[in-house]
Every structure is written in structure tokens, then in C-alpha cells.
């Protein structure tokens, strides 16, 4: 097992805010209003199954959204944990040290 841990910061960031953008194209896209009249049962359900995979779409995007604050966050704790561990090694020499690398 390695003594230290190196955590690239840019490069967590940057994971976060690629998730992020591709979140941004994940919102659901309503039907052109000629597109909503019909009288065919068909088309009906045309129309339910594509508003339905709209919604699983936007709920995709709801999704990967809390992912990169998942991310995020993951980040921010990981970097609190090196803290207290950098203080811990530093009460006795017998304990690994992990430090982050910014």
C-alpha cells in the first residue's frame, strides 16, 4: 500500500463539470403544437410513449446533475479526511500520512 495518496483537484472538478454539461442536454423537448392534434389511436400513443421518454430524459439530467455534486462533494470530503489525517500522522510517526495533491 502506498504511504501517500495524490488527489488531482482540477482534474475532480473538471469530471464534475463534464457530467454536468452533459446534463445539460438531457431536458425533455415538448411536441410542436401540430403535432399534438390526431384522431388516430395510434398516434395517441405515439404520443404518450414520446412524452414518457421526454420525462425519463429530463429525469436523466435531474440525475447526473446531483451526480456532479455528488463529485463535488466527494472532493470537498476527501480533502477534510487528509486534513485530520495529516493531523493525526503528525501526533506520532508510527501512522501513514495521505496528503492531497492540489
Known amino acids: 500500500m502506498a504511504d ?4 488531482n483537484h482540477e482534474r475532480v472538478k473538471e469530471d464534475a463539470a463534464r457530467v454536468e454539461s452533459a446534463a ?5 423537448v ?6 399534438t392534434r390526431t384522431t388516430l389511436a395510434v398516434n395517441e400513443r405515439s404520443k404518450t410513449a414520446y412524452e414518457r421518454s421526454q420525462d425519463r430524459i429530463s429525469q436523466l439530467g435531474l440525475l447526473l446533475d446531483q451526480e456532479s455534486q ?6 470537498a470530503a476527501f480533502v477534510e479526511f ?16 495521505m496528503e492531497a495533491k492540489e
Do not use: F
Open 70 to 75: 455528488n463529485i463535488r462533494d466527494l472532493g
Open 4 to 7: 501517500i495518496i495524490y488527489v
Open 82 to 97: 487528509d486534513e485530520m489525517m495529516g493531523r493525526l500522522g503528525g501526533n506520532a510517526d508510527r501512522y501513514c500520512v
Open 30 to 35: 415538448l411536441l410542436a403544437p401540430q403535432d
Open 24 to 28: 445539460a442536454y438531457l431536458r425533455s
